[in-house]
């Protein structure tokens, strides 16, 4: 997932700290290699391995299939099992092996406010797959530390929920959707790749981090859709009903825009990473300026 929205910025930072990347890819080019000769030569010797993976479960323009939601679980969970074997099998194992899932393995609340100790991943559609994709990166006995960032939305430039957003709100046709009132759990790309990169340096971190902002829980999702209009010098007045949400996503899919949790970065400022974007203001002020 390296030629991804994250797995860019991700690529830019970690090559900015003078380390080396090669990304596993469907395409070919430098510094490439493709998934099949990855499960045919094994893992090339590394210090770490990250799998951001995974065919964009919010394409509007897929239809939410049984065809789609297969490439949507198998791009995630075989990615994760190919890598998780190439590491096992590996001579040399590398000592880090970092996956990014995300937070709808936490169930929807208005309310309830979930850390990374607080159980999930049984509910329904995402919360299954962030399970069965977590469980594809166990490997028992390996020396390599294993680490999973759950991701809340991710804002940046130049692709994610924001690129999307980004007409109808400077067009003054933007606003909430739904009724407004859900969480909106959210992190800034930068902070998503810092957390990354965060855990494949400290050599003691292991187990789950949550990948949002610290001031998440108190986001709402029209708390937004007003921050970013007025980041855009625009009025967000027109909510977007739940009824079309449903039309264009699906009702399964359409879940992850209606509803929402409040999820704390507990572990992950615990560890000690310091949030370069820890308020939505500052942070939208970064992405649309
Ligand atoms: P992108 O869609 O930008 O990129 C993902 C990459 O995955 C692509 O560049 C592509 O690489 C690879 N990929 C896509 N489809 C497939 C497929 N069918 N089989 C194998 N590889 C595939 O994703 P993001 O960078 O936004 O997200 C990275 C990861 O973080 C994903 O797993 C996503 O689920 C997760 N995440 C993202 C969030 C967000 O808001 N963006 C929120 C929470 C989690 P190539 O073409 O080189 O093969």
């Avoid at 430039?157 to 067009?171: E, H, T």
């Avoid at 027109?238 to 399964?252: D, H, T």
């Amino acid at each position: 997932g390296g030629t991804g929205f994250v797995g860019r910025a991700l690529t830019q930072l970690l090559r900015s700290r003078g380390h080396e990347v090669t990304h596993v890819s469907r395409q070919g080019g430098k510094d490439r290699i493709s998934w099949e000769e990855l499960s045919h030569s094994g893992l090339p010797l590394c210090d770490a391995v990250v799998n951001l993976a995974g065919e964009n479960v919010l394409n509007p323009f897929r239809r939410w299939s049984d065809a789609f939601c297969r490439e949507v679980i198998s791009s995630r969970v075989e990615t994760t099992k190919t890598l998780a074997k190439a590491i096992a099998d590996a001579e040399q194992p590398p000592r880090a092996w970092v996956l990014v899932t995300g937070v709808g393995y936490y169930r929807p609340s208005p309310t309830a406010e979930y850390t990374e100790d607080s159980p999930g991943g049984d509910f329904d559609f995402f919360s299954r797959l962030v399970s069965s994709w977590e469980a594809a990166a166990l490997i028992p006995g390996s020396p390599a530390r294993g680490v999973v960032v759950r991701s809340g939305v991710v804002l940046g430039r130049g692709g994610g929920a924001i690129s999307q957003m980004l007409w109808p709100f400077r067009l003054g046709l933007g606003g909430p959707l739904g009724s407004g009132l859900q969480p909106f759990p959210w992190i800034h790309i930068q902070d998503l790749a810092g957390i990354v990169c965060h855990a494949l340096e400290s050599e003691c971190l292991q187990g789950v981090l949550n990948g949002v902002s610290p001031s998440s829980p108190a986001t709402s999702n029209g708390t937004f859709a007003q921050e970013l209009a007025a980041a855009l010098g625009r009025p967000a007045l027109l909510p977007v009903p739940a009824w079309a949400v449903r039309a264009i996503f699906g009702a399964e899919r359409a879940v992850m825009l209606l509803e929402g949790q409040r999820v704390v970065p507990k572990h992950t400022l615990e560890s000690g990473y310091h949030f370069i974007f820890p308020d939505l203001t500052g942070a939208l002020k970064d992405i649309v300026a």
